[in-house]
């Protein structure tokens, strides 16, 4: 059985696409995974396959003294990277991106392993920027992105599996929601968002004919008539299951995953000073082809949200477009190009 090596991380949204293909991997190939000790090695402990671990640097936009040691940081990551990589000789490197790949991938291509990439947003991150021309391919999430990079080729984006298997009933009772009134989930990425918990406290008063499943992370997590808080959510097939509409961030899998459960949804793209753009590009992608709403955080205030959430209800040719959306889950189609790549590679010995 030959052997694959997932890697990517330093957010949620680099490592949760490896955690949607890993069912489709396991069975096929002999799965490992390199990252950091930080957010990617808490998503994939609950899946038991062996992780490895290095300890990359991330790049600290706008500031020149932060980044000073980045280079020599940098190279002993591809060391520790390099002696894993020799040690496990996988027929493949996988990566998601994100500055936890940078290192695995530039190792990697010094042992001559062969590399592919999987790019989430509408314009390719910085690492994949820079790992591109080392890798057999760059897939995309959007045709799009494809035509802005020479070796890249649109599959379009994993979803995981499990968000289809939860009964909307079983859901509705999980949180004590009756199902007499409309759904609205929220949630704002891995560990919440400030800003869209501070506006929707506030708004909650004008949303009394609405149930909300608020996932907010640490805080106040005091439940009310119609409001059930949580920390985090694990069952997300549940929490997806139960809503009518979604208040979310706008990252590129949360979008994916929207559009492949075809929920309605408000987002709040991530402000740009806090980010390089990529989740307002993201919302702005799907807001012109009509599906789903968006509002500027700096927009983003009690009134203007529950106004927003009114018309997000009004709109009844919605669903309508959602359905008719080209976008479906691409892990299959993903696999595929891991294992013509696999074919297409010639044995080597990494040194």
Not at 52 to 65: C, I, P, W
Not at 147 to 171: H, M, Y
Not at 304 to 319: G, M, N, Q, T
Request: net charge positive; with cysteine; charged share 25%.
């Amino acid at each position: 059985m030959k052997k694959i090596v997932l890697t990517g991380g330093g957010s949620a949204g680099h490592a949760v696409p490896n955690l949607a293909l890993l069912p489709r991997l396991q069975g096929r190939f002999q799965v490992f995974y390199l990252g950091t000790e930080g957010v990617e090695k808490r998503i994939f402990a609950p899946t038991g396959i062996p992780y490895h671990t290095l300890s990359a640097v991330k790049l600290v936009r706008g500031s020149v003294v932060k980044n000073l040691l980045l280079p020599v940081r940098l190279l002993q990551s591809v060391r520790q990277a390099r002696r894993v990589l020799r040690e496990l000789a996988p027929d493949l490197l996988f990566s998601k991106g994100g500055y936890v790949a940078l290192p695995a991938v530039l190792a990697a291509k010094k042992l001559g392993i062969p590399v592919l990439t999987h790019e989430s947003d509408l314009t390719p991150g910085l690492a994949n920027r820079l790992i591109a021309g080392r890798c057999r391919a760059v897939l995309t999430s959007f045709p799009e992105t494809a035509q802005r990079l020479k070796n890249a080729k649109f599959t379009g984006s994993p979803v995981r599996e499990e968000l289809f298997t939860a009964e909307r009933g079983a859901a509705l009772k999980k949180y004590g929601f009756s199902g007499k009134k409309p759904v609205l989930l929220c949630f704002g990425g891995g560990s919440g968002s400030a800003a869209i918990n501070a506006a929707l406290d506030k708004a909650l008063p004008e949303l009394s004919d609405w149930d909300v499943l608020h996932i907010r992370g640490k805080g106040d997590l005091t439940k009310k008539e119609g409001y059930v808080p949580l920390e985090y959510e694990q069952d997300m097939a549940s929490a997806y299951a139960c809503a009518d509409y979604v208040l979310s961030r706008a990252g590129s899998n949360t979008l994916f995953e929207l559009l492949a459960l075809k929920k309605p949804a408000l987002l709040v793209p991530l402000d740009n000073r806090r980010s390089r753009g990529d989740q307002a590009q993201n919302a702005e992608y799907f807001l012109k082809r009509g599906l789903c709403r968006v509002l500027p955080e700096k927009q983003l205030s009690p009134s203007r949200l529950v106004r927003e959430l009114r018309l997000l209800a009004a709109d009844k040719d919605l669903p309508a477009r959602l359905a008719r959306a080209p976008f479906t889950p691409a892990n299959e189609r993903i696999v595929r190009e891991i294992e013509q790549a696999l074919s297409s590679f010639s044995p080597q010995t990494p040194r």
